[in-house]
């Protein structure tokens, strides 16, 4: 497994959390809500963190896809063998310790996004290109992803950080 996959795990899980409808409301779901996981470990105990991630990763990818061009990535569309490694890594052990270690409330996930970021992204909104998607495995993509993302929320405004090909 590439060593730089948890990385984006975590960044997806921090970034899914905080758009849905209880936190930012980026997308009108709350599939990270306590009610919802345990309605869906009532359903599917074996698998709720799953479709959790599963649930998020699809309401964000819809929202980005609108505001994108089709063929760029995004933290929520990477390349298809990068989606099965994450798929693969959710489903993992360390994926599980990844998901058990999401905060679950709004304030302590921006800081833990912020710990993530490139403190140095400037004024942020709508389409932003953070680099290219053979640079995926360099830390600081990851650092950029999440710096648009802290300042998009901190200013209370919507971005949409991607990648060319």
Avoid: C
Wanted: charged share 20%; proline share 5%.
């Amino acid at each position: 497994m590439d060593p730089y996959l948890p990385t984006f795990l975590k960044l997806r899980l921090l970034v899914g959390l905080l758009g849905e409808r209880g936190q930012y409301g980026w997308w009108p779901t709350s599939f990270f809500g306590e009610y919802n996981h345990r309605s869906l470990q009532f359903v599917a105990p074996r698998t709720a963190s799953l479709a959790q991630y599963h649930g998020a990763v699809e309401a964000a990818r819809r929202l980005h896809d609108e505001h994108l061009s089709i063929g760029s990535y995004h933290l929520f569309r990477l390349p298809e063998e990068v989606e099965q490694d994450l798929h693969a890594l959710v489903q993992s052990t360390q994926g599980a310790a990844i998901i058990s270690e999401l905060p679950q409330d709004k304030e302590t996930a921006l800081a833990s996004l912020m710990k993530m970021a490139n403190a140095e992204v400037g004024a942020v909104e709508g389409p932003i290109s953070v680099g290219s998607i053979s640079a995926l495995s360099q830390p600081d993509i990851a650092k950029s992803i999440a710096g648009v993302y802290v300042k998009a929320l901190s200013t209370n405004v919507k971005a949409y950080p991607y990648l060319v090909k």
